[in-house]
């Protein structure tokens, strides 16, 4: 705390896993050794630059870029860039953290960064965000690499975004490399890479109902965020045969009682990806269904639910009403979307839930997978995409299982902490004191 005065987000995403590393470490003292838990604390370097560009009126605009690279330990830098008015350095290193131990935990060659910019998309034509991302880029071309640093999406960067940047890079390095993942199909990009963490996020719920004979079938399910993570997990638990009833954006959330079908859905992706429209419209065309302004969804009663939308969404009081309307389940596509409070209320109740390190990991592990296409020059089918990112979310699974085991229930905090841990900090061991 005394060396990152005021990081809030990044002290409460490092407390989350000393609570659980340091027993392990004690128990395990070859951890203790060489200061390695200090030192993955510590990001690499943390390079901040200044981002200017013009906008339509022909007005100069300056907004703060970042790179974190957090550790390069087990695999090159890996992890999304943010695009958001509330970018900080705190909330950057708290996603770069997370990213060190959940992409560990994808048993995949990753390493972690995370990086962005307070800049905000929302209301900005295409070719202001098309001369964003061209400045951007020209700076942080400078740090990143094929096999060095490889950026891709978070919020506020999608498809339109990465092309944009990939453009850009092209055109700085005179070179076709697969230095950012989530690109279009046409020039690198992978199947199945936008629809990857809401689907691997309803694939580790199952993982983890079926690991006590249940399942999601049929379930009611409440998820927040309609984003990238949130309107994929709504797709892939619908097709598993489950209920889905509220979705939401920054305005507030839609409470659709008789369910969100396949064709409600198509309605919204049409909303959010193309017309880039407000939650609230979506009552407008379903208007059995209702809108409640400036609050989260989880007042309403559900088995499951889905944080999807952004750090700290889900407040201690949140997950006491969760817990007493019968939910039995939580998957967070979000990073650190519940606080500190509300997770000790989950771990309490034991719950199955799964920390955003595990439940959210099959983006970065369909970006490995795409990063593997491009060093081969060839694409995967989609099915055998599936079948890899099915068998990813298991693997995290079975890691946090083996990890978090306790008498009568699975703790996938502790699991999920120490499985991710290991592997990094024994390749730290290994380099000896660098
Ligand atoms: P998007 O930009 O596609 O969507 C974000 C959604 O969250 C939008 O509906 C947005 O609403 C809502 N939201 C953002 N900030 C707030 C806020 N302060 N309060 C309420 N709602 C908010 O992002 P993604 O879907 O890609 O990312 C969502 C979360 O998932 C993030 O935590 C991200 O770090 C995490 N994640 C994403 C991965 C990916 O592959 N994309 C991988 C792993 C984790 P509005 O449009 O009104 O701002």
Redesign the pocket.
């Known amino acids: 705390i005394r060396r990152n005065p005021g990081e809030t987000e990044f002290h409460q995403a490092v407390e989350e896993v000393a609570e659980v590393v340091i027993p392990f470490a004690q128990a395990n003292p070859e951890y203790l050794e060489s200061s390695v838990i200090t030192r993955l604390t510590e990001p690499d370097r943390a390079v901040i630059f200044r981002v200017t560009w013009e906008d339509d009126r022909g007005e100069v605009h300056v907004n703060r870029g970042y790179r974190v690279q957090f550790n390069n330990a087990i695999g090159p830098y890996k992890g999304?860039l943010?695009f958001?008015p509330?970018v900080n350095l705190s909330i950057l290193k708290f996603?770069g953290f997370e990213q060190v131990l959940k992409n560990s935990l994808t048993t995949l060659p990753l390493g972690a960064a995370k990086g962005g910019a307070d800049f905000d998309p929302?209301g900005k034509s295409d070719r202001e965000v098309m001369r964003f991302c061209q400045a951007f880029m020209t700076e942080l071309s400078h740090h990143i690499g094929p096999n060095r640093d490889i950026p891709?999406?978070?919020?506020?960067v999608?498809t339109r975004e990465i092309s944009y940047l990939f453009g850009q890079y092209k055109r700085m390095s005179q070179e076709f490399a697969g230095v950012l993942t989530g690109k279009e199909l046409s020039f690198g990009g992978s199947l199945i890479r936008t629809e990857?963490?809401g689907y691997g996020c309803a694939y580790f719920m199952q993982e983890m109902l079926e690991h006590r004979g249940d399942s999601v079938e049929g379930k009611t399910c409440v998820i927040s965020?309609?984003?990238?993570?949130?309107l994929y997990c709504a797709e892939k638990l619908i097709s598993l045969g489950a209920h889905v009833i509220t979705l939401?954006?920054?305005?507030g959330f839609i409470h659709d009682s008789d369910g969100i079908d396949a064709h409600k859905l198509a309605w919204l992706k049409d909303l959010k990806f193309r017309r880039r429209g407000r939650i609230e419209a979506y009552c407008e065309e379903f208007p059995d269904a209702h809108f409640y302004p400036d609050s989260p969804p989880w007042t309403v009663t559900c088995d499951l639910a889905f944080p999807?939308?952004?750090?700290n969404?889900l407040s201690e009081d949140d997950a006491e009403c969760l817990l007493q309307n019968g939910c039995i389940g939580v998957a967070e596509?979000?990073?650190m979307?519940s606080t500190k409070g509300a997770i000790r209320l989950f771990r309490e109740a034991k719950i199955s839930y799964g920390p955003?390190k595990a439940a959210?990991a099959g983006?970065?592990a369909v970006s490995g997978f795409e990063m593997s296409q491009n060093s081969m020059r060839m694409a995967w089918t989609r099915e055998d995409l599936e079948d890899r990112l099915r068998k990813t979310m298991c693997k995290v699974h079975s890691e946090c299982v083996e990890y978090g085991q306790e008498k009568d229930h699975v703790d996938y905090v502790k699991g999920a902490n120490i499985g991710g841990f290991i592997k990094v900090a024994d390749a730290m061991l290994d380099f000896g004191v660098v």
């Open positions: 999304g943010r958001h509330s996603l929302k891709a999406g978070d919020i506020g999608g990857a963490t965020g309609s984003g990238n993570v949130a939401s954006d920054s305005s999807c939308a952004t750090q969404e596509g979000a990073n979307p955003g959210n983006g970065v």
